[in-house]
């Protein structure tokens, strides 16, 4: 039995281990929004699927807006939408392009649109609108951070900008030592008061000079060897970081996962 918005599998005294005394009547409901609902010999559990961020049933509002931009008052003073109007420009090849996505119905349950690195989460009909980067300078960092994915890096963060103030890592100013690494011998070198990453950076200026920082900001493009200190995507708290594995050493050889983001 299917609705709409789910797909319901059920089983009717299931033989579990073909054993006739052990007999389970059961169902599985998957949702559109990634909610699950199982119910086994009667008794019924619902797992929400958990949003990627904090929502409050909020569209692409004000708080949405100064969540997500360092220049929110900038944003709001105009208004959001006409914002995105006036950064966009016409038939360009490279640039920035506005992406409408309108939802035509109130979801069933709050779900989560993802467009880039921008979340938003839906739970009226309406319009959402993002503004999107179109240049010749993010292709190659792109590229190379998606095949990164593909053979098994995982992404780095320097700061979980879904919260108002940002969530940062913790020490995101400090300047930069070997304890950011954990293939101190590769990506450092053996001396502990002398780094490959000149000593003036920090924490914030290193990480985005990683192939699997998720945003270009120019400048090089390292692979480091193993580890290194960063942000959890979903982190709650600064204290929520952690060692990435961003380097060669977690390439895999035969690929049995596909990775989107
Ligand atoms: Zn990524």
């Given at each position: 039995m299917s609705s709409p918005n789910s797909y319901r599998f059920v089983?009717?005294?299931?033989?579990?281990?073909?054993?006739?005394?052990?007999?389970?009547?059961?169902?599985?409901?998957?949702?559109?929004?990634?909610?699950?609902?199982?119910?086994?010999?009667?008794?019924?559990?619902?797992?929400?699927?958990?949003?990627?961020?904090?929502?409050?049933?909020?569209?692409?509002?004000?708080?949405?807006?100064?969540a997500n931009f360092t220049n929110a008052t900038e944003i709001l003073a105009v208004g959001y939408p006409q914002w995105v109007d006036a950064q966009v420009g016409e038939g360009l090849t490279n640039g920035l392009f506005k992406l409408s996505v309108t939802v035509t119905d109130?979801?069933?349950?709050?779900t989560s649109l993802t467009v880039g690195n921008l979340s938003v989460a839906v739970t009226n009909a309406g319009e959402y609108v993002f503004l999107l980067e179109k240049g010749p300078d993010s292709s190659d960092h792109v590229v190379a951070h998606e095949i990164g994915h593909a053979l098994g890096m995982e992404d780095c963060y320097i700061a979980n900008k879904r919260f108002n103030p940002p969530i940062n890592i913790a020490g995101m100013g400090d300047p930069i030592s070997s304890q950011m690494f954990d293939d101190k011998?590769?990506?450092?070198?053996?001396?502990?008061?002398?780094?490959?990453?000149?000593?003036?950076?920090?924490?914030?200026?290193?990480?985005?000079?990683?192939?699997?920082y998720g945003v270009d900001a120019g400048g090089s493009h390292d692979i480091p060897s193993g580890s290194v200190y960063s942000l959890r995507r979903n982190a709650k708290a600064s204290n929520q970081t952690f060692s990435s594995k961003v380097g060669a050493n977690f390439i895999k050889v035969d690929i049995t996962e596909v990775y989107s983001r």
């Open positions: 089983w009717t005294d299931a033989a579990i281990n073909r054993d006739t005394n052990n007999l389970v009547s059961a169902a599985l409901e998957l949702f559109r929004n990634g909610n699950v609902s199982v119910t086994t010999n009667g008794v019924a559990a619902h797992l929400p699927r958990e949003l990627p961020f904090e929502h409050h049933g909020y569209g692409q509002d004000d708080e949405w807006v100064a109130d979801p069933p349950e709050t011998g590769h990506d450092w070198g053996l001396e502990s008061s002398r780094g490959f990453y000149p000593v003036h950076e920090t924490i914030a200026t290193t990480l985005p000079q990683m192939v699997m």
